[in-house]
């Protein structure tokens, strides 16, 4: 069964920093596309970031426009785990944030971990 789980939520001023990780149960990371999405109160969940399947750990990168420049996400096949790091982070970027795999056309989401910027 596959798992998500999510971690590195919490409290930051503006322009802080974050790193929002999700470790993944199961087999076949390495072949997933990894995604991290986020919805605040009132609005749609949005797609933040995603990475592409690499074997190396590489992957091919894509982001809403809202964080490019801010935001870097990552993969560690290894460790079945996919990073995002988030700097220069905006009272708008509150939200929760939900880690995404999608393999074999099925999607999977964690739990969500709470991220929140104010002063």
């Known amino acids: 069964q596959v798992q998500l789980v999510e971690s590195g939520g919490g409290l930051v001023q503006p322009g802080g920093s974050l790193r929002l990780s999700c470790v993944a149960t199961?087999?076949?990371?390495?072949?997933?596309?990894m995604g991290w999405y986020r919805q605040a109160p009132g609005k749609q969940r949005e797609l933040v970031a995603s990475?592409?399947?690499?074997?190396?750990?590489?992957?091919?990168?894509t982001y809403a426009d809202s964080v490019k420049g801010r935001f870097t996400i990552s993969r560690d096949n290894a460790k079945n785990t996919v990073y995002l790091q988030m700097n220069s982070l905006k009272p708008e970027d509150s939200a929760v944030y939900y880690c995404?795999?999608?393999?074999?056309?099925?999607?999977?989401w964690g739990q969500g971990t709470q991220v929140t910027v104010s002063s």
């Open positions: 199961g087999n076949l990371f390495a072949l997933s596309i």
């Open positions: 990475i592409t399947s690499d074997p190396q750990s590489i992957g091919i990168a």
């Open positions: 995404n795999r999608r393999i074999l056309g099925t999607n999977y």
